[in-house]
């Protein structure tokens, strides 16, 4: 076996994932290209697009030794991956959000809470440290959608500019986590690959950490 | 075309409890044979085979296994009202029995041991429910002697199996734990970086590291930690700017370790991994990991558990390894490793000619060739045996003088 193979996540990382494989001097992969092909053949290395919560599935099963992946999928995944690098793109925030006129964005948290998300392990984590009544209810989709129906009290969710809150009269109570991308690596691929799968934690560390000084100054 | 609509209105799984699988007659037979390989390799290294039960009381489960483990452990009650649970795993079944029934020794104690295993694993995540372990332990023994017999015959037992390509990844479950105390890191720093480094989020053991006062010899070791791997020279690398004398003497072992993993003539599939991430609760000393470059799981894993049985009440120094034969066998598959069964020869007969057709099978069975007579008479085997007790192959071709001739026409078939 020669090259690696790497899961990159579709949806809103699959840019910044290609961005950073290019100033990594990895590798120059277009993401239009993934628009039309599943997977892109790269000197020795196979890249394959999928869903972002099947990254670290293909990691763990070894299907691919590495993957990119938002920390956020990671916190509701109980596949078994090493965590590498942060990647330090693909900035979200997982907040407690309530509608505006409510008594728990007023500061006064009730009882009973029902809560929407599609981040069920992560809103049990959360509510663990609290001692509450809560219901949490998993949806696939527009959970912002859950207040104003009367489906939920409020929902915790993903987001990065808060417009989509905003909007549909959500505000923010309460972070319950902050998310970055993540190089994540096969168990095995990190002990018996462990000079790619080094070298490529390296490359992205360092090209990761040059963005940042960048964007600092 | 039949849409989704003909989706049965509820999983049919024909008496087949979910999440556990039928191993049909081929590979069936190849992982049996890769499990008696295991059990003869273990046996010819004085190992002496030993079972014990699929079912333990959950008690003494619990008294080995962390909580995690515990968590996924098939569990009933059994008429008492005791709380029972399936195995999940066997080393804690043999603790007990040398911690009762063989606490007078003769020291030290080589047992083996092959069973299954079971895990109450989520469904549809393409885990095993049930697999297969097979595994050593050597109780007694203080020695790292012990320690490096335990990865020889753990490697010597793979490739007698036939799995090819492995590495073993040496570590000490003591190293990063002295390496955090004798830098000083306490309370709930310390616990942090351990309990990341276990859940191996590496981002989260930086940004922990970042919050202490640790100096920066002993931070960049455990940053340097995918890295911190290779031959004997990576100790020396490792001890300079180290301080402490517990992460000193992991170290020290692992030279030690190391020399004799050399003596047994297996240094070119060994390498030292001093960020090797294990239970830190249940190892205390030399731990391995087997890997194969064709499988992404480990394929074995073992090492020193020296305070497992005094929680039996017999305090015994204990190291061992075990390994999960279903990956091996998987990989194995994937690798095309795996030699399928010969066939089995067919022998038919016409009427009167049964007893003489039997004759011919018991002398190809005494040359171990697989053979069965077909059950009614006037079929079309490998070898046919007609009314008058010739013998030939089918449809009235070549014909064998003598039973002899027969059975070697049968042996040239199966190969």
């Not at chain 2, 004398?245 to 003596?263: F, K, S, V």
């Amino acid at each position: 076996m020669k090259g690696l193979r790497i899961a990159l996540p579709g949806g809103t990382l699959l840019e910044g994932a290609c961005d950073l494989l290019r100033s990594a001097g990895v590798a120059r992969l277009d993401p239009a290209r993934f628009e039309r092909e599943l997977s892109v053949h790269h000197d020795d290395d196979i890249y394959v697009k999928v869903r972002p919560t099947d990254v670290p599935v293909y990691v763990e099963m070894g299907a691919c030794e590495c993957g990119i992946v938002g920390k956020d999928v990671l916190w509701e995944s109980d596949r078994e991956c090493y965590e590498l690098a942060d990647l330090g793109f693909g900035h979200c925030r997982l907040v407690l959000a309530a509608p505006r006129d409510s008594a728990i964005a007023r500061g006064q948290w009730p009882q009973s809470l029902r809560v929407a998300t599609k981040y069920p392990a992560s809103a049990r984590r959360f509510f663990a440290a609290r001692s509450m009544n809560v219901v949490v209810i998993q949806l696939h989709g527009s959970v912002e959608l859950a207040p104003q129906t009367g489906l939920a009290d409020c929902v915790l969710d993903i987001t990065a500019t808060g417009r989509t809150m905003a909007a549909n009269d959500l505000v923010e109570v309460a972070v319950a986590g902050a998310s970055t991308a993540r190089l994540i690596a096969n168990h095995a691929a990190l002990k018996t690959r462990n000079d790619a799968v080094g070298g490529l934690a390296t490359a992205l560390r360092r090209a990761a950490a040059v963005r940042m000084a960048e964007g600092a100054a | 075309m039949r849409g989704p609509d003909a989706l049965p209105p509820q999983a049919i799984n024909h008496g087949r409890a979910d999440g556990f699988v039928d191993h049909l007659v081929g590979p069936a037979a190849s992982r049996r044979r890769l499990t008696d390989a295991f059990i003869e390799t273990f046996e010819s290294w004085g190992f002496g085979f030993m079972v014990t039960p699929l079912i333990e009381p959950l008690d003494t489960i619990a008294a080995g296994v962390g909580g995690a483990q515990q968590s996924a452990l098939f569990r009933f009650m059994d008429s008492d009202g005791e709380l029972l649970a399936l195995v999940g795993e066997r080393t804690v079944s043999v603790a007990r029995v040398v911690a009762t029934q063989l606490r007078e020794g003769p020291f030290p104690l080589r047992l083996c041991y092959a069973g299954p295993v079971l895990r109450n694993q989520p469904l549809n995540a393409g885990r095993r429910r049930e697999s297969l372990q097979a595994g050593c332990e050597l109780l007694g023994a203080t020695g790292l002697a012990a320690d490096a017999e335990c990865i020889a015959l753990a490697a010597a037992a793979l490739e007698r199996g036939g799995v090819e390509h492995i590495q073993v990844d040496v570590g000490h479950a003591d190293f990063i734990p002295g390496l955090l105390d004798s830098a000083g890191l306490e309370g709930g720093a310390r616990d942090e970086v351990l309990a990341a480094l276990a859940r191996r989020d590496l981002v989260a053991v930086e940004s922990a590291l970042a919050n202490t006062e640790m100096a920066d010899a002993e931070r960049r070791l455990l940053l340097a930690f995918p890295t911190l791997r290779g031959g004997r020279e990576i100790l020396d690398t490792a001890a300079s700017g180290l301080r402490g004398e517990r992460p000193q003497r992991a170290l020290r072992e692992l030279a030690e370790l190391w020399d004799l993993i050399d003596a047994h003539a297996i240094t070119d599939r060994v390498q030292l991994d001093l960020g090797a991430v294990r239970d830190w609760d249940y190892y205390t000393g030399p731990t391995f990991e087997v890997f194969s470059a064709d499988s992404g799981f480990a394929l074995g894993s073992g090492g020193r558990y020296d305070t497992l049985l005094s929680r039996f009440g017999s305090p015994l120094p204990a190291t061992g390894f075990v390994l999960h034969v279903d990956r091996c066998h998987d990989s194995m598959v994937r690798t095309g490793a795996i030699h399928g069964s010969p066939p089995v020869l067919r022998i038919s007969w016409d009427e009167h000619g049964y007893t003489e057709a039997l004759a011919l099978a018991r002398a190809a069975r005494e040359r171990s060739l697989v053979c069965a007579c077909d059950l009614l008479e006037g079929g079309d085997g490998d070898v046919h045996v007609s009314a008058s007790g010739r013998l030939s192959a089918p449809q009235g071709g070549t014909e064998y003088p003598t039973l002899d001739s027969a059975v070697s026409a049968l042996a040239s078939h199966q190969q």
